[in-house]
Nanobody, 123 residues
Framework: QVQLVESGGGLVQAGGSLRLSCAAS????????MGWFRQAPGKEREFVAA????????YYTDSVKGRFTISRDNAKNTVYLQMNSLKSEDTAVYAC????????????????WGQGTQVTVSS
């Protein structure tokens, strides 16, 4: 079992920055692919970014490339999402997820999910 707890969400003006954190329980954190997904009101949950277990491979949805950066610290069992140049369309609940061998951009392979943290970008 892996428990995930997100933090770092909040209200920010367009063009601003936020850093989300996701703390994981357990001793096998480095064996999990970690992903960030988001769900805006009235929309389906969508992939944002993912990172391999050793942090060598990263994946991003096109709309956040060049603005968001995913990273992880396996010593701290934590994955981060640095979000810069935020836009109103980035407003959503952001959740992290963990999976042993998922297709990084597909929700189906992730076994564990956090509760999510709200990010609101005002224009």
């Amino acid at each position: 079992q892996v428990q995930l707890v997100e933090s770092g969400g909040g209200l920010v003006q367009a063009g601003g920055s936020l850093r989300l954190s996701c703390a994981a329980s357990g001793r096998t954190f480095s064996t999990y692919v970690m992903g960030w997904f988001r769900q805006a009101p009235g929309k389906e949950r969508e992939f944002v970014a993912a990172i391999g277990g050793r942090g060598l491979s990263t994946y991003y949805t096109d709309s956040v490339k060049g603005r968001f950066t995913i990273s992880r610290d396996n010593a701290k069992n934590t994955v981060y999402l640095q979000m810069n140049s935020l836009k109103s369309e980035d407003t959503a609940v952001y959740a992290c997820a963990a999976g042993r061998s998922p297709s990084p951009i597909s929700q189906a392979g992730y076994n564990y999910w956090g509760q999510g943290t709200q990010v609101t970008v005002s224009s």
